[in-house]
T-cell receptor, first 114, second 110 residues
């Protein structure tokens, strides 16, 4: 049973470049979450979807961040333009039934903006 | 004030010790409580899930919820080096808002 799959695992890019992170949730899961984790701030919720529709994007830092879920098996998180302060580990998670249910996390994308 | 407070540690214990990890919260509407374990360079994975007050045991792990004190705990008995990880608490309120603690880093020394 495949878990949540994220790509790439590592990304190093220069400030100002566009960054696209990808996530494939567990088949059958109807909720998808994007998080950012740093030492200083811990795990922060950025946005989550239910049945491909964004439900809460209040955690998205600013207009440079955007997320899409074109279908039930794929989501992207895009940063344009990227800045050094965006450096973090970005996690995708999915679950079935809602936020009260345990979430299944991918192994994250380690993003470094130079 | 944060919704969920968790001591970041780090916590270092000898193998075989009993470990106590704790989180406090301010909102009495929290009903669902979880503990996740996160190994280095991996995503968090669910360890324990409890609803409302009381204790839940799973092998060497016990999750405890004290709603009157707004306090949850995770106890690890006979700790092993393989328990070395970061432990995050998570809570969900009746409005489906959810929050994670910042995590406690644990090292079990052989």
């Amino acid at each position: 049973d495949a878990g949540v799959i994220q790509s790439p695992r590592h990304e190093v890019t220069e400030m100002g470049q566009e960054v696209t992170l990808r996530c494939k949730p567990i088949s059958g899961h109807d909720y998808l979450f994007w998080y950012r984790q740093t030492m200083m701030r811990g795990l922060e919720l950025l946005i989550y979807f239910n049945n491909n529709v964004p439900i809460d994007d209040s955690g998205m830092p600013e207009d440079r961040f955007s997320a899409k879920m074109p279908n039930a098996s794929f989501s992207t998180l895009k940063i344009q333009p990227s800045e050094p302060r965006d450096s973090a580990v970005y996690f995708c998670a999915s679950t079935v039934g809602g936020p009260r249910q345990p979430q299944h996390f991918g192994d994250g994308t380690r993003l470094s903006i130079l | 004030q944060k919704e969920v407070e968790q001591d970041p540690g780090p916590l270092s214990v000898p193998e075989g010790a009993i470990v106590s990890l704790n989180c406090t919260y301010s909102n009495s509407a929290f009903q669902y409580f979880m503990w996740y374990r996160q190994y280095s360079r991996k995503g968090p994975e669910l360890l324990m899930y409890t609803y409302s007050s009381g204790n839940k045991e799973d092998g060497r792990f016990t999750a405890q919820v004290d709603k009157s004190s707004k306090y949850i705990s995770l106890f690890i008995r006979d700790s092993q080096p393989s328990d070395s990880a970061t432990y995050l608490c998570a809570m969900v309120n009746t409005g489906n808002q959810f929050y994670f603690g910042t995590g406690t880093s644990l090292t079990v020394i052989p």
